[in-house]
């Protein structure tokens, strides 16, 4: 399996902009199918964003089309969720998360490598 470490979340204020990467290390990331959840205290994970072994597929959830961008270097072995007009309602700690495939983005089990997560915090 792949080993997956987050990095670059933190405090922000509403409007504010972010850059949150996932890191692999132990396999090529090119191999995997990769996304971003998020999760707050009490709820279940959440899908936000996915993209294919070669980016030409994306997918995001409706609750941040037009804010984030998920893209991958699988040179550098990382993948990236930009943010934007974040607003408080994105608090959630981040994951990235592999998959040789999926059938459906949001699908939990379709993911066999997950990573600690980055908390990020949006302020009003």
């Known amino acids: 399996q792949v080993r997956l470490v987050e990095s670059g979340g933190g405090p922000v204020q509403t409007g504010d902009s972010l850059r949150l990467s996932c890191a692999a290390s132990?396999?090529?990331?090119?191999?995997?199918?990769m996304a971003w959840f998020r999760q707050t205290p009490g709820k279940e994970r959440e899908f936000v964003a996915g993209?294919?072994?070669?980016?030409?597929?994306?997918d995001y959830a409706d609750s941040v089309k037009g804010r984030f961008t998920i893209s991958r270097d699988n040179a550098k072995n990382t993948v990236y969720l930009q943010m934007s007009v974040l607003k408080p309602e994105d608090t959630a700690v981040y994951s990235c998360?592999?998959?040789?495939?999926?059938?459906?983005?949001?699908?939990?089990?379709?993911?066999?490598?997950w990573g600690q997560g980055t908390q990020v915090t949006v302020s009003s």
């Open positions: 998360a592999a998959a040789p495939m999926v059938d459906n983005w949001p699908r939990l089990s379709n993911y066999e490598s």
């Open positions: 132990g396999r090529a990331l090119s191999t995997y199918v």
């Open positions: 993209i294919s072994r070669t980016s030409q597929i994306t």
